[in-house]
């Protein structure tokens, strides 16, 4: 089964790992708490390394690769300023009159967003489930168990290490916030089906078209 040309799959990697790095060295550079910062920026470390080792036997579609870029900006600033400290959010708090910085609701619908591609890709190009209406409500099961999955290592590092508990947590005294992150993480997934699914076939048939 032929791949895409690796020229093609060269430029796109090498322009991607510009892009994550850039923003990745930014972060790494005076963050506001070095242990917060390793904690929130290590699943960024590990996708790039899945991604380097699945790019040539499973490229994805360029709008996963984009979407995991995003994300990873995502979390990347998070760590840097950790997720309650965010300056664009502050600014935002005050001039919405909130009481608080919601920048961590915007990375767990985000968590909700991107998994969901993703987990939509591995389906419909494995051919694991058959139909759109189950393809989709495995989709935006497995995006929900993962948010929980997430909010239970969440918890197990704030068990663990006391001192990074909160900046890593940011929980910022919200009671409801475990269940809030697990609702935003489920409204992006719907919204990532509702909004891209035609997109996201498009470019799946585009891709297994070069790989037949």
């Given amino acids: 089964m032929p791949l895409p040309s690796q020229s093609k799959l ?5 322009l991607w790992s510009v892009l994550f790095f850039i923003v990745f060295i930014w972060s790494a550079i005076n963050p506001n708490d070095y242990y917060t910062w390793i904690l929130e920026v290590a699943p960024t470390v590990i996708g790039f390394f899945i991604l380097a080792a699945t790019r040539k036997a499973f490229p994805l579609t360029s709008l996963c690769y984009v979407l995991i870029l ?6 990347m600033v998070g760590g840097h300023y ?7 959010f502050d600014t935002i708090k005050e001039l919405l009159g909130q009481t608080r910085n919601d920048y ?13 591609i993703i987990c939509r890709e591995i389906i419909i190009r494995h051919k694991l489930i058959n139909g759109r209406f189950f393809t989709h409500f495995f989709t935006v099961s497995f995006t929900l168990a993962f948010s929980a999955f997430y909010e239970m290592i969440e918890w197990w590092v704030a068990l663990f290490s006391e001192q990074a508990a909160e900046s890593f947590l940011g929980t910022q ?13 489920l409204t992006g997934a719907i919204t990532a089906l509702v909004t891209l699914s035609q997109l996201h076939d498009r470019q799946i048939k585009t891709l297994q078209e070069e790989t037949s």
């Fill in 70 to 75: 995003i994300h990873c900006w995502i979390l």
């Fill in 82 to 88: 950790t997720y309650a400290e965010v300056p664009l």
């Fill in 10 to 14: 060269s430029s796109g990697a090498v």
């Fill in 173 to 185: 005294g919200y009671i409801w916030d475990t269940q809030s992150d697990m609702a935003w993480a």
């Fill in 104 to 116: 961590d609701k915007l990375g767990h619908f985000a968590q909700g967003f991107v998994p969901a």
